[in-house]
């Protein structure tokens, strides 16, 4: 069992469209981050989300973090090919020492 | 700037055999980990030693040893390769939280281990 589930899995978009990744779970979390992991590499944090209701633009990118810090999205405005990758989030539950990472979702964007 | 060094970068094994996967990283921090990365997972934690000296389980333990050899090393090892063990393999290191909210310092991750079992 995922403790984060993310939605969709898969996603192939053309250049220039929007789009929103979604990172779920039934467990509150101390904070959430998102990273993103290009082929044949680790993955590289995007940024971190602490307080419930928190957004963070990162040029193009929005996070947010849901009020109940159970959840958060990803949305991309105006894709690029360049943003063609594996988007994971990941965080700590409000209980527990263990840290967690999303299922993934591998995004296509088609020039 | 090296950061994160994994090694072996491609490994092929029979199964049962053994084999130790290093990782090393020049950031000075605390904590590493060890991850496993299959299709539709995502990253699942294998084992984590939050400081020199102590290493503990994460969600899929099971088939791995860890040692924390000093505060840049951490080597997870399969005694006794399985199938079920194929996978693209992840080590990674984190500063140490300052302040009250966890997990705000990232993880550095090295370019993985691809272990293929026969």
């Known amino acids: 069992t995922q403790l984060l589930e993310q939605s969709p899995q898969f996603l192939s978009i053309q250049e220039g469209e929007n789009l929103t990744v979604y990172c779920n779970s039934s467990s509150v979390f101390s904070s959430l981050q998102w990273y993103r992991q290009e082929p044949g590499e680790g993955p590289v944090l995007l940024v971190t989300?602490?307080?419930?209701?928190e957004v963070k633009k990162l040029k193009r990118l929005t996070f947010q973090f849901g009020d109940a810090r159970k959840d958060s999205s990803l949305h991309i405005t105006a894709a690029q090919p360049g943003d063609t990758g594996l988007y994971l989030c990941?965080?700590?539950?409000?209980?527990?020492?263990?840290?967690?990472f999303g299922t993934g979702t591998s995004l296509t964007v088609i020039p | 700037n090296a950061g994160v060094t994994q090694t072996p970068k491609f490994q092929v094994l029979k199964t049962g055999q053994s084999m130790t996967l290093q990782c090393a990283q020049d950031m000075n921090h605390n904590s590493m980990y060890w991850y496993r990365q299959d299709p539709g997972m995502g990253l699942r934690l294998i084992y984590y030693s939050a400081s020199e000296g102590t290493t503990d389980k994460g969600e899929v333990p099971n088939g791995y040893n860890v040692s924390r050899l000093n505060k840049r090393e951490f080597s997870l090892r399969l005694e006794s390769a399985a199938p079920s063990q194929t996978s693209v393999y992840f080590c990674a290191s984190r500063d140490r939280d300052r302040g009250v909210t966890r997990l705000v310092q990232p993880q550095h991750f090295g370019d993985g281990t691809r272990l293929s079992i026969l």
């Open positions: 990941a965080g700590f539950p409000n209980t527990g020492n263990q840290f967690y």
């Open positions: 989300v602490v307080t419930g209701g």
